[in-house]
């Protein structure tokens, strides 16, 4: 057994426009309409940031954890295309605009 997780929700709040921009699918890029400029991007697949100054932003993503073989992990993707990931790949990806 290995503890894995997916992303369930991919999404920033930006507190200067006060915009929720989410990010659905892999390469589904969205940006805030302000001068903060929040962008999210991976939807399910990585979690990943850009904004002129993260604090000016609501973090509001959700991840699901659970202990899994790769058996398991195998048949659900199948299954359902559930990507889960190692938890000890977890990385959120930051970048300043
Ligand atoms: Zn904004």
């Excluded at 202990?67 to 930051?94: A, F, G, R």
Aim: hydrophobic residues 25%.
């Amino acid at each position: 057994m290995q503890k894995f997780y997916r992303i369930t929700r991919n999404a920033a709040k930006c507190k200067v426009c006060g915009m929720t921009v989410e990010s659905k699918h892999v390469h589904d890029f969205k940006t805030c309409r302000c001068e903060n400029q929040l962008s999210v991007d991976g939807g399910k697949c990585y979690i990943k940031r850009s904004a002129m100054n993260f604090q000016d932003i609501e973090e509001l993503s959700t991840t699901e954890e659970r202990d899994l073989s790769q058996e398991e992990v195998n048949k659900l993707y199948e299954e359902k295309h559930e990507s889960w990931y190692p938890i000890d790949n977890k990385t959120n990806q930051k970048e300043t605009v």
